[in-house]
Antibody
Framework: EVQLLESGGGLVQPGGSLRLSCAAS????????MAWVRQAPGKGLEWVSG????????FYAGSVRGRFTISKDPSQNTLYLQMNSLRAEDTAIYYC????????????WGQGSLVTVSS | QSVVTQPPSASGAPGQRVTISCSGS????????VNWFQQLPGTAPKLLIY???QRPSGVPDRFSGSKSGTSASLAISGLQSEDEADYYC???????????FGGGTKLTVL
């Protein structure tokens, strides 16, 4: 059974940093592309970032490019999202998501981790 | 404002058929396949349809997807109370070089 478990969320001040982790199990982690998707309170879904199966190629939404960095560690079966220069508008639940074998977004999702940016 | 547009709400009585539209452009839906997600209140999204019309295992065949040109649709037949949820379409946008979601459609079962 595929499981994705996010951690690392919390309260951070504007301008601060936070690193989210997503522990993956139940599938061959290094064989699949992964993504982070967020949802601000009461709002819709927003794709944040994606990374290829081999970790070489990374993609970012314009709203986070230059501030967020996605990475994956196959030795730890873990996906990361390093978030710097955080803003109030980054406040959201952050979901880790696995692509399908044909790189379609969202075959499996974690339960989400809440990030609150506030002074 | 999303580059992919969905109606904010939809409704239907139990047993009825309802469709939800997803409208885009030549840089997204017109060039790439569409996925659909269901999000029940307080839970993570769930993949309902991928690659325009493919259903993951475990998704009832009451749910179906289609695409034509720069638009896509999700149809739900035999509507049930447990179908009350938010539904999102998503696709890759070649101009933005990112996945884009529609704004979401809140489905109410009357």
């Amino acid at each position: 059974e595929v499981q994705l478990l996010e951690s690392g969320g919390g309260l951070v001040q504007p301008g601060g940093s936070l690193r989210l982790s997503c522990a993956a199990s139940g599938f061959t982690f290094y064989s699949y592309a992964m993504a982070w998707v967020r949802q601000a309170p009461g709002k819709g879904l927003e794709w944040v970032s994606g990374i290829s199966a081999n970790g070489v190629y990374t993609f970012y939404a314009g709203s986070v490019r230059g501030r967020f960095t996605i990475s994956k560690d196959p030795s730890q079966n873990t996906l990361y999202l390093q978030m710097n220069s955080l803003r109030a508008e980054d406040t959201a639940i952050y979901y880790c998501a696995k692509y399908t074998a044909t790189e379609q977004l969202g075959e499996h999702w974690g339960q989400g981790s809440l990030v609150t940016v506030s002074s | 404002q999303s580059v992919v547009t969905q109606p904010p709400s939809a409704s239907g009585a139990p047993g009825q058929r309802v469709t939800i539209s997803c409208s885009g452009s030549s840089s997204n839906i017109g060039r790439n396949t569409v996925n659909w997600f269901q999000q029940l209140p307080g839970t993570a999204p769930k993949l309902l349809i991928y690659s325009n019309y493919q259903r993951p295992s475990g998704v009832p065949d009451r749910f179906s997807g289609s695409k034509s040109g720069t638009s896509a649709s999700l149809a739900i037949s035999g509507l049930q109370s447990e179908d009350e949820a938010d539904y999102y379409c998503a696709t890759w946008d070649v101009s933005l070089n990112s996945w884009v979601f529609g704004g979401g459609t809140k489905l109410t079962v009357l």
